[in-house]
């Protein structure tokens, strides 16, 4: 088995904890329930979310390979933490709000493409 996974599954978990990052940010962001009645579907969604991505990492890694495990979280955790100095570089303050937002479209499709890569003969 290779070292590296499929590039769609990299792009897919990149995007997949790039949104849920974001989210977790903007659940912070929303410290008072009265102002922030959303505050408790986010953070479900935010448990759901943290929880099925580390259930696909374990998935991925006892059907398919772990070391592909340990470069597709090393490389979305880079692209992830370039994406970050950009942003502070180019002062962008809105960007949780705005990410966070858009993770409840992008983290269930992102979810779903992440399933796609999976191959044939994994786990059957």
Do not use: H
């Amino acid at each position: 088995m290779y070292a590296i996974p499929p590039l769609s599954l990299l792009a897919s978990y990149t995007a997949y904890s790039f949104f849920l990052a974001y989210q977790k940010a903007y659940l912070r962001t929303l410290r008072d329930p009265e102002t922030s009645p959303s505050r408790g579907g986010l953070f479900v969604f935010v448990i759901i979310a943290t929880l099925y991505g580390l259930w696909f990492l374990l998935y991925w890694g006892f059907n398919v390979s772990w070391l592909q495990v340990l470069v597709l979280f090393g490389g979305a955790l880079s692209i992830q933490l370039a994406w970050y100095l950009l942003e502070r570089v180019l002062g962008l303050s809105d960007t949780p709000r705005l990410f966070g937002r858009l993770g409840f479209v992008a983290i269930p499709i992102c979810g779903y493409l992440m399933w796609q890569a999976l191959p044939a003969t994994a786990g059957g």
